[in-house]
């Protein structure tokens, strides 16, 4: 993927219908950017429809900063490790270990400094001020916690982001699986979150009240690893809970084969 000022915390891709869509559309978009500063070839996708062997498959359903997950959402989670279990894989409970508030406060800092660099950008091509009038007021906050970084802050985050990425690398030179939910709780209302905080509003906190249920993304944008979320109806829903699987750096193949048979 190309680098880019937010280091990785917005990773974009696509929504595809399928797994074959999915498939397809990684092998169009390999190769990499000219701008990367390192490339990591394509790996073999295969068939998404193969089984594969047995693997060693861990899930999590508590969310790292110990806050409830909602119940729905942990019955999705096993009723997928139920399904892979009687699929042969072994099958067990984790934990990851890191500083998760340390982490937020990293994103926090490492956002607001592209958004100091995407921002400022728009407005020499369009000749816009930044003002709380050109853009929405939580933007306007960050980037002014933007401006206010030393060199020093910026790099102590992109340490902090390194030392979870080093976390979730050790994780996987045992296991070949990690199942967990995509967001602690379920999809909520319009409307839900305070996208214009006040301005005398603690804006750490305010971040941690954002990003409280985007908890589990987040970090394997940061670490690079593959990581895909399938929708999951457990009894009586509605609406589907996203439970994402995360595969090796490079394990794009295993991750589509093993969402294929969830």
């Known amino acids: 993927s190309r680098a ?42 295969g068939d998404p429809g193969r089984r594969t062997g047995p693997l060693r498959v861990r899930y999590v359903t508590d969310s790292w900063d110990g806050d409830r997950t909602d119940v729905a959402t942990v019955a999705a989670v096993r009723g997928v490790v139920d399904m892979l279990a009687a699929d042969g894989h072994d099958v067990r409970p984790a934990r990851l270990e890191f500083d998760f508030p340390a982490f937020l406060d990293a994103a926090l800092d490492i956002w607001s400094a592209g958004l100091l660099v995407g921002l400022g950008t728009l407005s020499e091509r369009f000749g816009r001020p930044i003002t709380r009038g050109t853009v929405l007021g939580s933007t306007y906050r960050m980037y002014r916690h933007g401006q206010s970084l030393s060199a020093e802050a910026y790099i102590r985050s992109l340490a902090t982001f390194r030392d979870v990425g080093e976390v979730v690398g050790r994780f996987f030179e045992t296991f070949d699986l990690l199942v967990l939910p995509t967001t602690p709780q379920p999809a909520p209302p319009v409307g839900y979150y305070e996208i214009d905080p006040p301005d005398d509003a603690d804006l750490q906190e305010w971040h941690r009240t954002i990003y409280v249920n985007d908890s589990f993304a987040g970090v394997f944008n940061v670490s690079g690893d593959p990581a895909i979320s399938l929708p999951v109806f457990p009894g009586g829903e509605t609406l589907p809970v996203g439970v994402q699987i995360v595969a090796p750096y490079g394990q794009d193949g295993r991750l589509l084969q093993v969402a294929a048979q969830v």
């Open 4 to 45: 880019d000022a937010h280091v990785g915390i917005s990773t974009p891709f696509a929504l595809t219908r399928s797994l074959r869509d999915c498939a397809g559309l990684l092998q169009c978009l390999q190769g990499g950017h000219p701008a990367d500063i390192a490339r990591l070839p394509m790996p073999p996708l």
